[in-house]
C-alpha cells in the first residue's frame, strides 16, 4: 500500500466518520465505503462483495432517542483493508466487523460526550452573537468524528500485513464461524425491522407480489429492481390521476325540523 493509497482511504474513512453523525448522505453505509475502499486498492470486486454482506448485516442498524446504534463506518473501513491487503475470506471480513462495529459504538458514546462540551461553548457564542465562533464549534465537532475513524485506520495500515493476518489466524474457527452465523441472524432481525416501518397496506401487496417472484420465477436482483421501479412509476402515476376529494358544501341537517327551512324569523 503505497502513500498516495494511504491518504485516499484515509480521506474516506473521515468522510464515513463524519457521515454516520450527518446521516444525510449515508457516506457512513458499508455500501458506499467497502466499494471505495476496495476501488482505491486496486479490488473493487471484493469491496462490493463485502460491502452487500455488511449492509445486510447493518440494515436495522439505527440511532432511536439515547440508543446508539454499532458503528458501521469504522468495521466497514477496517474490515474491508484487512480483507483485501491479507487475501482473507468474506467470513473473515464479517467475523471482524461485528467486534469492530461494537468498539466503535462504545467510541461514538466517548466521542459525543466530548462534544456535549462543544455545544455548550456554542451556547454562549449564541448568547454573545458571535456567529464565526459558532460555525467553529459544528467544524470542530465534525472534526473529532472524522479522527475518530480515521486514527484506528491510520493504525491499522501501519501495522504489518502479516501481523494482522496472524492475528486473523489466531481466531478459532468457532468463534469465526458463530460470528458469521450471527451475522446471518442480524440480517434476518434487520429486514423485519424495516418491514416493520414498511408497514404500509397499500404498499403490501407489491410486497408478496415480489416474494411470488422471487419463488417462482429466475429474475436476478437487478431483474428485482428494475420491477420494483416500474411498479413504484405505476403507483404513483395511478395515485396521482385519482380526483382529488373536496369537502362537500351541503348543509348538514339537524334534529331541529326548522334548521332546514331558509326563511327565519327576521325574513317577515
Same mark, same amino acid.
Given at each position: 500500500?503505497? =502513500? #498516495?493509497?494511504?491518504?485516499?482511504?484515509?480521506?474516506?474513512?473521515?468522510?464515513?466518520?463524519?457521515?454516520?453523525?450527518? &446521516?444525510? #448522505?449515508?457516506?457512513?453505509?458499508?455500501?458506499? %465505503?467497502?466499494?471505495?475502499?476496495?476501488?482505491?486498492?486496486?479490488?473493487?470486486?471484493?469491496?462490493?462483495?463485502?460491502?452487500?454482506?455488511?449492509?445486510?448485516?447493518?440494515?436495522?442498524?439505527?440511532?432511536?432517542?439515547?440508543?446508539? $446504534?454499532?458503528? =458501521?463506518?469504522?468495521? $466497514?473501513?477496517?474490515?474491508?483493508?484487512?480483507?483485501? =491487503?491479507?487475501?482473507?475470506?468474506?467470513?473473515?471480513?464479517? $467475523?471482524?466487523? %461485528?467486534?469492530?462495529?461494537?468498539?466503535?459504538?462504545?467510541?461514538?458514546?466517548? %466521542?459525543? =460526550?466530548?462534544?456535549?462540551?462543544?455545544?455548550?461553548?456554542g451556547d454562549k457564542f449564541a448568547k454573545k452573537g458571535k456567529y464565526r465562533a459558532?460555525?467553529?464549534?459544528?467544524?470542530?465537532?465534525?472534526?473529532?468524528?472524522?479522527?475518530?475513524?480515521?486514527?484506528?485506520?491510520?493504525?491499522?495500515?501501519?501495522?504489518?500485513?502479516?501481523?494482522? +493476518?496472524?492475528?486473523?489466524?489466531?481466531?478459532?474457527? %468457532?468463534?469465526?464461524?458463530?460470528?458469521?452465523?450471527?451475522?446471518?441472524?442480524?440480517?434476518?432481525?434487520?429486514?423485519?425491522?424495516?418491514?416493520?416501518?414498511?408497514?404500509?397496506?397499500?404498499?403490501?401487496?407489491?410486497?408478496?407480489?415480489?416474494?411470488?417472484? $422471487?419463488?417462482?420465477?429466475?429474475?436476478?436482483?437487478?431483474?428485482?429492481?428494475?420491477?420494483?421501479?416500474?411498479?413504484?412509476?405505476?403507483?404513483?402515476?395511478? +395515485?396521482?390521476?385519482?380526483?382529488?376529494?373536496?369537502?362537500?358544501?351541503?348543509?348538514?341537517?339537524?334534529?331541529?325540523?326548522?334548521?332546514?327551512? &331558509?326563511? &327565519?324569523?327576521?325574513?317577515?
Amino acid at each position: 500500500m503505497n =502513500t #498516495g493509497q494511504m491518504l485516499l482511504i484515509l480521506l474516506i474513512a473521515g468522510i464515513a466518520g463524519v457521515g454516520s453523525v450527518l &446521516d444525510e #448522505g449515508q457516506m457512513h453505509r458499508p455500501l458506499i %465505503v467497502c466499494p471505495l475502499i476496495g476501488l482505491v486498492l486496486g479490488d473493487l470486486k471484493m469491496g462490493i462483495i463485502l460491502g452487500g454482506q455488511l449492509e445486510m448485516m447493518a440494515l436495522g442498524w439505527m440511532n432511536v432517542g439515547l440508543a446508539m $446504534a454499532p458503528d =458501521t463506518a469504522l468495521s $466497514a473501513v477496517i474490515s474491508t483493508i484487512v480483507v483485501i =491487503t491479507t487475501h482473507a475470506s468474506i467470513g473473515d471480513g464479517i $467475523a471482524l466487523a %461485528v467486534p469492530l462495529a461494537a468498539a466503535g459504538q462504545m467510541l461514538t458514546i466517548f %466521542v459525543r =460526550t466530548i462534544v456535549v462540551f462543544l455545544v455548550h461553548q456554542g451556547d454562549k457564542f449564541a448568547k454573545k452573537g458571535k456567529y464565526r465562533a459558532i460555525e467553529a464549534m459544528h467544524l470542530f465537532a465534525m472534526a473529532i468524528q472524522a479522527l475518530r475513524v480515521m486514527i484506528p485506520t491510520a493504525g491499522v495500515m501501519i501495522l504489518n500485513t502479516k501481523i494482522v +493476518e496472524a492475528w486473523l489466524n489466531a481466531i478459532p474457527k %468457532v468463534i469465526s464461524d458463530g460470528l458469521q452465523i450471527g451475522g446471518g441472524i442480524i440480517v434476518v432481525v434487520g429486514y423485519a425491522m424495516v418491514i416493520n416501518m414498511m408497514d404500509v397496506p397499500d404498499l403490501k401487496p407489491f410486497f408478496y407480489l415480489g416474494f411470488l417472484f $422471487a419463488a417462482f420465477t429466475n429474475f436476478n436482483l437487478v431483474g428485482f429492481g428494475g420491477l420494483g421501479l416500474i411498479f413504484a412509476i405505476l403507483y404513483l402515476q395511478l +395515485e396521482y390521476r385519482q380526483p382529488k376529494k373536496t369537502l362537500s358544501t351541503e348543509k348538514i341537517s339537524t334534529a331541529d325540523p326548522k334548521a332546514d327551512d &331558509d326563511d &327565519d324569523e327576521l325574513d317577515d
